[in-house]
Each structure stands twice: as C-alpha cells, then as structure tokens.
C-alpha cells in the first residue's frame, strides 16, 4: 500500500486522512481536538494514535502532507487608497493567499484606525495604495502610520512603485519587518497580485507557523504547511481543470460554511455568457476567494441575523410558525455557546435557516452584477464581477451542509432568483457534496499525484 497521510490542523479538530495511492481509496480519517495552546503536536498524535486503532500505521506512510488554520488561520489586514480599486486588489492579494482578512481600510489611517488594526493583532499587515506613478501621499502617509503602531507583524508593501521605498524607509526606521513586491495594480482596473501572493506564503511559512508552534509538524511532514484555504483552492483548480490525464468537472463554485465565516471559491472565467455586454472594473481571477465574516452559524450569528432582519428571516429562511422571540433567544444561545449540536427539531430548523441565508448573501456578494445604462445610442449592459450563471457544479462542504438532512435545499439559496436578475448567481448547477470533508486533503494531494486526487473526488463527492 502506498500510503498518503494528509493533515488538517484546524482551529478546532485536527483532521488525519489516510489515502492508499496504489487502489485510490480513503482508507480510514481520525480527528482529536487542536491543541494550539499547548502544542499542536498532541492533537496530531492522538488523531495517529487512532489511526493505529483502524490499523493504519503512520509510520509507513510514503507521503505526509500538511495544511492548518491553528489560532484562527492566517489572520491580515490589507490597506490601499481607492476602495473599489488599490483596496480591493490588496484584499484579493491577501484573500487568494489563503488568509484572514479582518480589516480592510482605504485612504489616510487615522489614529483610531490604527487601534483598530493594534487590537486585531495581524499576522501580517499588507500595505498597497496608488498605481504606478500614481498617487505617492497615502501610501507614504500609511508606512508612516504604521510605523507607530506597536504590533510585530511583518509588513508588506505591494504599492505604487515610485513610492515604495520611501514607504519601506520609513517603516524600516521604526525597526519594521518590511518586504517590498510588484504593485497589486500597477495600472487602472489591472491586477498584479500573484508577487504579492508569493511573498504573504512565504512569510507565513518563514514566520507564522514556528510563531504557532508547528515547527515539529514541519519537520513531520515532507512539504511546506499550506494555509487550509490554499489547499481548498488549489482542489477547486484542479476538480475544475483537471489534470493532465484526468478531465475536470468544469467550472465550480465550493460553498463552505463554519462557526465563524462562509467562504465561497469559483473556479470560472466570470466572462458575460449574453451578447453585447461590457467588463468594467477590476479584472477577475479565475480562482476567486471570498470570505465573508458576518456569515457564520455560531461566533458571527448575531451580525447574520442582523444583516438579515428578523422579519426577513423568518418569511424566506424557516419554517411558517416560528416566533420572532425563539429565533433570537436561540441565535443569542448559540452565539455563545458556540460549540452547541441542535439536540431537537426546533433547533435543527432555525440552523438549517442561517445556514440558508449564509449561503444566500455569501454567494450573492461573491457573484458579479450586471446593470443597464442608457445613452443617446440606446441601451447597453454593463458587468461588474463575475458572471456565474451558466456554472456547471456547485460543491457543498462544512459540517451544517454535511451533516445535514436536507444539504440541496440550503445550497438552493445561492442560485439565480429571477426577481433579482441583475445577480449573475448559477442558475442550473450540478450539486455535490464534500461528505468526507476531503476538499483540504485533495488540495494537499494534487501537488503530488493531481490524476489521483481527481479519481478521490469523482469517487467520494456525492452528487446531490
């Protein structure tokens, strides 16, 4: 048996998958509790202790590979100057690394934005503002800003070039761990954010994951540790490309709802699937993350269910009969009890309702729009993001969606709603869902045998 042994080190399980390569099967998946505030190596070792019990030996794995969001994952903030332009492309750069956005803050810091940033203690700060030859004040004005502030984190300028070093002078003084890259957009409405993408891994290698203390894991395991986020976008390139010798499933969107965050990742081109529309803004990746943190079903429900409304809530997401009062006692319950199992029906309902407007607003947002504009030739369509409405499959993952009774049902929220078409959601989708919670371990796998972690997905997604 050539056996693959691929870690999931979360923020709260640790997950260990074993893989036999030579039949592509999933030979057996052991979970023991994230111990990051000891040492993460006892949750991994108990989760190899019960792997033992089903008689894998860990010891005879050929490849170990390994991904984590210990401690909340790789927590950031991203600065720039226009917000739906240098700010925007600072925050794709940081999201597409597989990070935490916390904060995203345009133009001139303030004092109380730099306590802001201060109390949310990033991992990594990613400065960008201006393009090339652009606007110099912000991005120097912001370097300066941040040489204030009394955090260790490494900073990263990915900003105007005419101004980069004078950014990088300033922070330097103050004793700043400064790395310099390519401008995120070094033109109007391009983006340039694969440099800064590279450099944001590498200091997250370099320097979060001895900070977390997964320095042994390192030594354990035979490549680098991955953002968990990274590996599941690296699945949703692969489950929609394919590999050299393996066809993909076409272009797909990954809905993946926790306690705290729902994320969505497209593997699409985003292009207008109807005659005689227009791209404006920025231009789209084709692995696209979003990660919204006021969607989430138990540290964010309070903020869901504000976005939301109560009124709203109960007509389009539960059951006709529930009162205003139970859903906010439970939404207030679980919001702090965050570890809470639905033990009745009434919970499982009010669950299954967040879950579908998580997935309603989370998809909504991630989704382009399209507009009609009027001029003396006539009218004329203008899209803004991508256009997903001719998606082939959209993948379910998280343990509402995989332990639900029902998972197509709230996946149904993110499709296309003809009464608002200006939202280019997928109309039509395939639905399958990650019941093996296997998206991270083939992310990890595809690195080394992409046919196989192919074969493993067509195998193990279950089609809904």
Do not use: W
């Given at each position: 048996?050539e056996?693959?042994?691929?870690?999931?080190?979360?923020?709260?399980?640790?997950?260990v998958?074993?893989?036999?390569?030579?039949?592509?099967?999933?030979?057996?998946?052991?979970?023991?509790?994230?111990?990051?505030?000891?040492?993460?190596?006892i949750?991994?070792?108990?989760?190899?202790?019960?792997?033992?019990?089903?008689?894998?030996?860990p010891?005879?794995?050929?490849?170990?590979l390994?991904?984590?969001s210990?401690?909340?994952?790789?927590?950031?903030v991203?600065?720039?100057?226009?917000?739906?332009?240098?700010?925007e492309?600072?925050?794709r750069?940081?999201?597409g690394?597989?990070?935490?956005?916390g904060?995203?803050?345009?133009?001139?810091?303030?004092?109380?934005?730099?306590?802001?940033?201060?109390?949310y203690?990033?991992?990594?700060?990613?400065?960008?503002?201006?393009?090339?030859?652009?606007?110099?004040?912000?991005?120097?004005?912001?370097?300066?800003?941040?040489?204030?502030?009394?955090?260790?984190?490494?900073?990263?300028?990915?900003?105007?070039?005419?101004?980069?070093?004078?950014?990088?002078?300033?922070?330097?003084?103050?004793?700043?761990?400064?790395?310099?890259?390519?401008?995120?957009?070094?033109?109007?409405?391009?983006?340039?954010?694969?440099?800064?993408?590279?450099?944001?891994r590498?200091v997250?290698?370099?320097k979060?994951?001895?900070?977390?203390?997964?320095?042994?894991?390192?030594?354990?395991?035979?490549?680098?540790?991955?953002?968990?986020p990274?590996?599941?976008m690296?699945?949703?390139?692969?489950?929609?490309?394919?590999?050299?010798?393996?066809?993909?499933?076409?272009?797909?969107?990954?809905?993946?709802?926790?306690?705290?965050?729902?994320?969505?990742?497209?593997?699409?081109?985003?292009?207008?699937?109807?005659?005689?529309?227009?791209?404006?803004?920025?231009?789209?990746?084709?692995?696209?993350?979003?990660?919204?943190?006021?969607l989430?079903?138990?540290?964010?429900?309070l903020?869901?269910?504000?976005?939301?409304?109560?009124?709203?809530?109960?007509?389009?997401?539960?059951?006709?009969?529930?009162?205003?009062?139970?859903?906010?006692?439970?939404v207030?319950?679980?919001?702090i009890?965050?570890?809470?199992?639905?033990?009745?029906?009434m919970?499982?309902?009010?669950?299954?309702?967040?879950?579908?407007?998580?997935?309603?607003?989370?998809?909504?947002?991630?989704?382009?729009?399209?507009?009609?504009?009027?001029?003396?030739?006539?009218?004329?369509?203008?899209?803004?993001?991508?256009d997903?409405?001719?998606?082939d499959?959209?993948?379910?993952?998280?343990?509402?969606?995989?332990y639900?009774?029902?998972?197509?049902?709230?996946?149904?929220?993110?499709?296309?709603?003809?009464?608002?078409?200006?939202?280019?959601?997928?109309?039509?989708?395939?639905?399958?869902?990650d019941?093996k919670?296997?998206?991270?371990?083939l992310?990890?796998?595809?690195?080394?045998?992409?046919?196989?972690?192919?074969?493993?997905a067509?195998?193990?997604?279950k089609?809904?």
């Amino acid at each position: 048996m050539e056996l693959a042994l691929l870690i999931d080190i979360g923020s709260t399980y640790t997950k260990v998958t074993a893989i036999d390569l030579e039949t592509v099967e999933l030979k057996a998946k052991a979970q023991a509790a994230t111990t990051v505030a000891e040492d993460v190596n006892i949750g991994i070792n108990k989760a190899l202790e019960e792997l033992k019990a089903m008689g894998i030996d860990p010891a005879k794995a050929k490849h170990k590979l390994a991904c984590s969001s210990a401690a909340g994952g790789l927590k950031m903030v991203a600065v720039g100057l226009v917000p739906e332009l240098t700010t925007e492309a600072a925050k794709r750069a940081a999201l597409g690394a597989g990070a935490k956005v916390g904060h995203v803050f345009c133009y001139e810091l303030t004092d109380d934005e730099l306590d802001q940033i201060a109390r949310y203690s990033p991992d990594i700060i990613l400065l960008a503002g201006g393009t090339d030859g652009g606007n110099k004040d912000v991005i120097i004005h912001n370097a300066e800003k941040l040489a204030e502030l009394k955090v260790d984190a490494p900073i990263i300028v990915a900003g105007n070039k005419t101004a980069a070093s004078a950014a990088e002078k300033a922070l330097r003084a103050a004793a700043k761990e400064v790395y310099v890259t390519e401008n995120v957009m070094p033109k109007l409405e391009c983006l340039n954010i694969e440099p800064a993408k590279k450099i944001i891994r590498e200091v997250f290698l370099s320097k979060i994951i001895y900070a977390k203390g997964l320095s042994k894991v390192s030594n354990y395991v035979d490549s680098p540790i991955i953002p968990t986020p990274s590996a599941v976008m690296k699945a949703a390139e692969l489950l929609a490309k394919g590999s050299d010798n393996e066809a993909g499933y076409g272009e797909i969107m990954i809905v993946d709802i926790g306690g705290a965050t729902t994320d969505v990742d497209s593997a699409a081109t985003g292009e207008p699937t109807k005659a005689g529309v227009t791209l404006r803004g920025l231009e789209e990746p084709f692995i696209k993350r979003t990660v919204e943190g006021d969607l989430g079903m138990r540290y964010s429900a309070l903020a869901l269910l504000e976005e939301i409304g109560i009124k709203n809530m109960l007509k389009n997401y539960l059951p006709c009969g529930m009162d205003e009062k139970t859903l906010q006692e439970y939404v207030k319950k679980i919001s702090i009890d965050t570890d809470y199992v639905p033990c009745n029906e009434m919970d499982k309902q009010i669950d299954c309702g967040i879950a579908k407007a998580a997935t309603d607003l989370a998809v909504k947002r991630h989704v382009g729009r399209i507009k009609t504009v009027y001029s003396p030739f006539g009218a004329a369509y203008v899209q803004h993001g991508k256009d997903l409405t001719k998606l082939d499959f959209m993948i379910a993952t998280g343990g509402v969606l995989i332990y639900s009774e029902n998972p197509k049902e709230i996946l149904k929220h993110g499709l296309y709603d003809s009464s608002r078409p200006e939202v280019l959601a997928p109309e039509n989708p395939k639905m399958l869902l990650d019941e093996k919670y296997l998206l991270s371990s083939l992310g990890l796998l595809s690195e080394i045998a992409p046919d196989k972690a192919l074969n493993l997905a067509k195998k193990y997604l279950k089609e809904l």
